[in-house]
């Protein structure tokens, strides 16, 4: 094919038994895209009316799905022979190349992947949407290591009416991912994913699914009656930590499962400091003893600090370059870890921020508005650590409260600071105020005495 509607294929991407993915070009856009296309066969109407359905499905809960953990879809179009969805294109790599004994990614990266895949299923379920699908294929890496959810053409929308709507037919999904509640086709939760995103991480740190059985009978036998094995026993070089946590996301009773992602998160984050020590990750340990050292992170413990390397970026930024403009709307934030920044609003500077100081904190933490009031530019070479605002929303709570802490404490000094220099340019003070409340009035130096005035 040379053309895809309005996009220009460059390259095949990928087959499977029902789409074929091209690399293709957004005229529109300027940007490259992968374009899915799905042929309806002429010989079996009831599997067109399917795919059909699914491919709709996957549009409807794709465009509800705004998370950077999540392929974006930019556009959707159904013909009478066939249908495309435009989607984000991944530049990167699978985790199904990654699932080999002698392919496997090192612990920590496998084990800050799946916390990230964690917080995009916590925000797919809070609008409703359970995966069904989650596997390896699934799952596309991006450059950084941020995993990139994909296929939702199998996904379970919560607020429609399961009885009034064919599309969603239980028991959909791969076989040696699926949960027991998955394959006995009991009604599904946000616990099936969770279960399935466990059986992927065991695989990726362990090279081998947790179950193993030469035809599929014998494995749905395993899946709903055996329990997986340790996967310290598999790779003795894993913390003990893992152990319970892959047992707690395995758990064939709904009840032990972890109650949501988030969850699983946070129990993934206790372990990330174990990992990093006994991997010796160089870059990783080095980024830790620069947070550990900045005044910013004084209150925070180990394991928090491992947290925000997880949901954040380590930017090296040239002088003269905006990390904020005013006017744009979005809660990213960050701390300054060396270098200087310039805050200045319609072309007057405000103030200057140098190491361990916070930029653009006031769009995070503001109840009900993201809009920016205020520009941030770099002066000099500044390392900058940019903090993810939506992944930290899905952090731990001690993190999130600690984070709020922190940067509140940093608002207040400086507008403390403001005050000062505010008051420097007021007129002179009409009293002292060297007095204190006494009864029901207000007693000032030089004896005199002020009742306040009634309403």
């Not at 991006?142 to 969603?168: Q, V, W």
Request: proline content about 4%; glycine content about 8%.
């Amino acid at each position: 094919m040379e053309n895809i509607g309005k996009y220009r294929v460059i390259r095949e991407l990928g087959k499977g038994a029902t789409a074929t993915v091209y690399l293709c070009d957004d005229p529109d856009a300027g940007r490259q895209v992968a374009v899915k296309v799905i042929r309806f066969g002429q010989d079996c109407a009831a599997m067109s009316r399917r795919m059909r359905k699914l491919f709709q499905n996957e549009n409807m809960v794709s465009r509800r799905l705004d998370h950077p953990n999540i392929v974006r879809v930019y556009d959707a179009v159904v013909e009478d022979d066939y249908a495309y969805l435009a989607m984000e294109f991944v530049d990167g790599f699978s985790l199904e190349q990654h699932t080999r004994i002698d392919k496997l990614l090192p612990m920590h990266r496998v084990t800050g992947i799946i916390f990230k895949c964690c917080m995009a299923l916590d925000a797919a379920y809070r609008q409703g949407i359970i995966h069904r699908d989650i596997k390896p294929a699934n799952i596309m890496v991006a450059a950084n290591d941020e995993p990139k959810i994909a296929d939702f053409g199998l996904a379970l929308n919560m607020n429609k009416n399961l009885d009034r709507d064919s599309t969603f037919i239980m028991g959909v999904g791969s076989p040696a991912y699926m949960s027991p509640e998955q394959i006995k086709g009991y009604p599904l939760n946000q616990k099936t994913d969770i279960y399935s995103l466990g059986v992927v991480m065991f695989q990726l740190l362990t090279g081998r699914l947790p179950f193993r059985a030469n035809n599929q009978a014998t494995l749905i036998y395993k899946i709903i009656n055996t329990d997986a094995p340790a996967v310290t026993s598999l790779n003795p070089n894993l913390p003990e930590g893992l152990n319970a946590i892959l047992r707690k996301a395995l758990e064939k009773d709904l009840y032990g499962r972890y109650r949501n992602a988030a969850e699983m998160a946070k129990d993934l984050s206790a372990v990330r400091y174990q990992i990093l020590e006994e991997d010796a990750t160089e870059r990783d340990n080095r980024h830790f003893d620069q947070l550990r050292r900045l005044e910013f992170f004084t209150e925070f413990e180990n394991i928090e600090i491992w947290e925000v390397l997880r949901v954040s970026v380590w930017r090296e930024v040239a002088p003269n370059v905006a990390l904020i403009r005013e006017g744009e709307r979005n809660r990213m934030f960050g701390i300054v870890i060396s270098g200087c920044v310039e805050i200045s609003i319609e072309g007057k500077s405000l103030c200057r921020l140098g190491a361990s100081e916070p930029v653009g904190e006031v769009a995070f933490l503001h109840p009900d508005s993201d809009q920016r009031h205020a520009t941030a530019v770099t002066l000099e070479p500044t390392l900058f650590l940019e903090i993810n605002a939506s992944a930290l929303a899905l952090s731990s709570e001690e993190l999130l409260e600690r984070m709020r802490n922190a940067l509140l404490g940093r608002m207040i000094r400086r507008l403390r600071e403001v005050n000062k220099i505010a008051a420097a340019q007021g007129q002179p003070a009409a009293l002292s105020g060297t007095g204190s409340l006494i009864g029901g009035g207000a007693r000032y130096g030089g004896g005199m005495d002020l009742e306040l005035a009634p309403p």
